[in-house]
């Protein structure tokens, strides 16, 4: 399984693109990369899943690079309510679908 | 698309007693469910994977007598913590995947076991 390497916490205010960088350097050929919110109490809430290049949904962008060894998840214009962890995942079948969740990132978001 | 929900949200019992969890796809059937767990300020650890109708998997370390898992169909599965401990509480949540080349896991709201 991919080993993800992630912030431990981020600031930001209202109205400020935020981008949450994380490393994967074992990614394997079929893995996928997805990204998931969760706020406390919840169930994380799935954000968006790429592959290669850029992906970009109603609520985020997902910026792969060429090597996929690491992988950008953008929240445009953010508020208070975006303030969550987000997680980093890396897998796919080859792991039988596995997911181990790394640390995750605290992001606050400030008025 | 793709909900997932689960029952009870929150649950109280008393030590030594059994509490059975449930998870359902509302929406979609899920070829593979996940058990995880989550203590306070921390992550999302692996419990166990089933698949409908087989055995589940456990990680290492989870005791699959003590947390017994039945995938019946396509829709749900359970979890059952048998005699549970002060221990064994904890923030439980399933998630669902309908199978296929991406497998996006779809997660339940999650259930507060606490154990008294």
């Known amino acids: 399984l991919a080993k993800t390497t992630q912030p431990v916490s981020m600031d930001s205010y209202e109205g400020q693109e935020v981008n949450i960088t994380c490393s994967h350097n074992?990614?394997?050929?079929?893995?996928?990369i997805t990204w998931y919110q969760q706020f406390p109490s919840q169930g994380p809430r799935f954000i968006i899943q790429?592959?290669?290049t850029k992906v970009t949904n109603e609520v985020a962008s997902l910026f792969i690079p060429a090597d996929r060894k690491s992988s950008t998840l953008s929240l445009p214009r953010v508020s208070l309510s975006d303030t969550a962890v987000y997680y980093c995942?890396?897998?796919?079948?080859?792991?039988?679908?596995?997911?181990?969740f790394g640390g995750g990132t605290r992001v606050l978001v400030k008025p | 698309g793709a909900v997932v929900s689960q029952h009870p949200s929150r649950v109280i019992c008393k030590s030594g007693t059994s509490v059975k969890i449930e998870c359902r796809s509302l929406?979609?059937?899920?070829?593979?469910m996940f058990w995880y767990r989550q203590f306070p300020k921390q992550s999302l650890m692996l419990m166990a994977t089933?698949?409908?109708?087989?055995?589940?998997?456990?990680e290492q370390g989870v005791e699959k007598d003590k947390f017994l898992i039945n995938h019946a169909s396509l829709t749900l599965s359970t979890l059952t913590v048998t005699s549970a401990h002060p221990e064994d509480s904890s923030f439980y949540i399933c998630?669902?995947?309908?199978?296929?080349?991406?497998?996006?896991?779809?997660f339940g709201p999650g259930t507060r076991l606490t154990v008294l």
């Open positions: 998630s669902a995947s309908r199978g296929g080349r991406a497998d996006t896991q779809y």
């Open positions: 074992n990614i394997a050929t079929n893995d996928y």
């Open positions: 790429g592959y290669k």
């Open positions: 995942l890396v897998g796919g079948m080859a792991a039988g679908n596995k997911l181990t």
């Open positions: 929406d979609f059937q899920a070829t593979t």
């Open positions: 089933s698949n409908e109708g087989s055995k589940a998997t456990y």
